[in-house]
């Protein structure tokens, strides 16, 4: 069964760098399409990055564009979010998720398979 498994959240002060990533098993992963979602504590899943299959097309959120950055390694099955300049409104729960797809989509809806989050906290 396809397993999606995050690592690398913690505590970090503002400013300051975190590099999330995301371990695919039980499928393909070269065919698909991985993103990233965060939601933090009374808030809605937003959208914080997605990447095509081959990695050569990217999509970032309004609120993260420019500080993130996602990509993919096809041969080890990982796609990574490196986060730069952290502010403490990214202080979020952050999922990696598989897409039905190849392209890469902000909608959470064309995603089929959900880690079990890693938490990220940013102190002021």
């Known amino acids: 069964q396809v397993q999606l498994v995050e690592s690398g959240g913690g505590l970090v002060q503002a400013g300051g760098s975190l590099r999330l990533s995301c371990a695919a098993s039980?499928?393909?992963?070269?065919?698909?399409?991985m993103g990233w979602f965060r939601q933090a504590p009374g808030k809605e899943r937003e959208f914080v990055a997605a990447?095509?299959?081959?990695?050569?097309?990217?999509y970032s959120g309004d609120s993260v564009k420019g500080r993130f950055t996602i990509s993919r390694d096809n041969t080890k099955n990982t796609v990574y979010l490196q986060m730069n300049i952290l502010k403490p409104e990214d202080t979020a729960v952050y999922y990696c998720?598989?897409?039905?797809?190849?392209?890469?989509?902000?909608?959470?809806?064309?995603?089929?398979?959900w880690g079990q989050g890693t938490q990220v906290t940013v102190s002021a």
């Open positions: 998720a598989k897409e039905t797809g190849g392209l890469g989509s902000r909608w959470s809806g064309a995603y089929d398979y």
């Open positions: 990447i095509s299959w081959s990695g050569g097309t990217t």
């Open positions: 039980g499928l393909t992963f070269s065919r698909y399409a």
